[in-house]
């Protein structure tokens, strides 16, 4: 059995429970600056990897016009949130609401249901990028995917907690959010195995599309605020500079080709 698709879905199983294991097991005020930082850099990473690795391999394997494919993508992302089905948290937090008041859309079931589907997408993009068989775009797309999952994990964690009342309740919410991108992970990589390499364009397009629909989704309400837009701007420019500068490090040292 191939070893990496499981070590690769075993890592973003284990680092999104514990992510959002935090704030089930204290209080999480002070965290709220860290957590729009986590949020906003990982914008810019799934910015860069959207648009330096995810779409530019997706086309050179598709081997034709396949815009379609991304704009699929950020669709079926826009669809979900416009049905009520969405992925992203906002926290916010107002003294006369107390230091844990969380701001969430009614029906905390939907939420939950639209973390997890975003998740599965990102496991699409992992499973797509390994039986590509390309090291630079494995790791690019891996780095994205982990990146984001952190800081949307952590906020599933205080939702979750705030919502049901109860611990354990929301620990599960978190263990099927942490399952669905590892599950999606090796079932992509087993599907995709013996397809053509134009599908796993195909794929990595649609992920790729997805990836742009969160990464300005996440950071548009910061920016649009005058007390935030500064900051917002940084963090993006931020995560998208990293996450250039290792793609081209692990190009320059030879680890990896393009």
């Known amino acids: 059995m191939n070893m990496e698709p499981l ?153 979750s907690l705030h919502e049901r009342g109860d611990r354990n309740k929301a620990f599960r919410d978190l263990f099927v959010f942490s399952l669905a991108t590892p599950l999606m992970i090796l079932v992509t990589f087993h599907l995709l195995g013996d397809v053509s390499d134009s599908v796993v364009g195909l794929a990595l397009l649609f992920a790729g599309g997805t990836f742009l629909y969160v990464a300005t989704v996440d950071v548009l309400p910061d920016v649009h605020s005058s007390e935030t837009g500064r900051a917002a701007l940084v963090q993006v420019l931020t995560g998208a500079i990293l996450m250039g500068a290792l793609l081209y490090g692990l190009q320059a040292s030879g680890l990896v080709a393009h």
């Open 7 to 159: 070590v690769l879905a075993a890592v973003i199983f284990l680092a999104a429970l514990a992510a959002g294991s935090i704030p089930l097991s204290r209080r999480v005020g002070e965290h709220t600056d860290l957590l729009r930082w986590m949020t906003g850099v990982a914008a810019g990473v799934l910015l860069a990897s959207a648009l330096l690795v995810a779409i530019p391999e997706g086309f050179a394997l598709a081997q034709g016009d396949a815009g379609l494919a991304i704009l699929a993508g950020f669709l079926m992302m826009l669809i979900l949130e416009g049905m009520g089905i969405g992925h992203d948290i906002h926290e916010e937090h107002h003294d006369h609401a107390g230091p844990d008041h969380v701001h969430h859309p009614e029906g905390g079931y939907t939420l939950v249901i639209g973390l997890t589907v975003h998740a599965a997408t990102d496991g699409l993009a992992i499973g797509a990028a390994l039986a590509s068989g390309s090291l630079h775009l494995t790791i690019g797309v891996f780095i994205a995917v982990l990146m984001h999952k952190l800081p949307a994990a952590f906020s599933l964690g205080v939702f």
